[in-house]
């Protein structure tokens, strides 16, 4: 079964506006992941925020991580045209090798 | 960084034949990778998990006799789907994380499996 369900399940915005994107998981995690796919491609890892961490910044990308609500955010600020893509939060639990628990994505496209 | 390699990244075959599919980890060594399937506008399917030197292990619904995985060395580990049929067609990714899913995990770039 899905853990992470994400929302909104499609985003279309204007390139230079920021983009949100929310995921929602049911049990205990260790870190939380965010990936890229762009269309028939393989997935592109972003950021992972770990269970003890509430925020996190990567160059335009900012995850929030609320533990309490099982709650996470993606942030894409000053977007751009490459950043048309589906978008993917992962759970994943303690330990090497855990398998992730993907949601159903969100599709976002960056108008130039 | 860690890169994955799969291959080929497209494959039409004819039904009742079999396709094997092969994902390498370039520069680490990976004892456990995954294989998914996904289906158009949808979500990753955790196939199976794929560990070096003992056998795969499959989710649930997932038929073993159909989809035959080997993980014969640190750094490879095929996919063959057997005695393949239309309903098999499908994008299928496999990944790998050189340090586990702790730090995030690297995919392949893809195979599109096109069953005629």
């Known amino acids: 079964s899905q853990q992470g369900e994400e929302d909104p399940q499609a985003l279309s915005i204007q390139e230079g506006e920021n983009a949100t994107m929310n995921c929602s998981y049911k049990?205990?995690?260790?870190?939380l992941q965010w990936y890229r796919q762009n269309s028939g491609r393989g997935l592109v890892h972003l950021i992972l925020?770990?269970?003890?961490?509430r925020e996190k910044h990567s160059g335009r990308l900012r995850v929030t991580l609320d533990t309490s609500k099982k709650s996470s955010s993606l942030l894409i600020t000053a977007s751009r045209a490459a950043d048309t893509a589906s978008y993917f939060c992962?759970?994943?639990?303690?330990?090497?090798?855990?398998?992730?628990?993907f949601g159903k994505g969100i599709t976002l496209s960056v108008r130039p | 960084g860690a890169v994955v390699s799969q291959h080929p990244s497209r494959v039409i075959c004819k039904s009742g034949t079999s396709v094997k599919i092969e994902c390498r980890s370039l520069?680490?060594?990976?004892?456990?990778m995954f294989w998914y399937r996904q289906f158009p506008k949808k979500s990753l399917m955790l196939m199976a998990t794929?560990?070096?030197?003992?056998?795969?292990?499959?989710e649930q619904g997932v038929e073993k006799d159909k989809f035959l995985i080997n993980h014969a060395s640190l750094t490879l580990s095929t996919l063959t789907v057997t005695s393949a049929h239309p309903e098999d067609s499908s994008f299928y990714i496999c990944?790998?994380?050189?340090?586990?899913?702790?730090?995030?995990?690297?995919f392949g770039s893809g195979t599109r499996l096109t069953v005629v």
């Open positions: 990944s790998a994380g050189a340090g586990g899913s702790d730090y995030g995990y690297t």
């Open positions: 049990t205990s995690i260790n870190n």
């Open positions: 925020i770990r269970s003890n961490e």
């Open positions: 992962a759970t994943g639990p303690t330990g090497a090798n855990s398998k992730l628990t």
């Open positions: 520069d680490f060594q990976a004892t456990t």
């Open positions: 794929s560990n070096e030197g003992s056998k795969a292990t499959y």
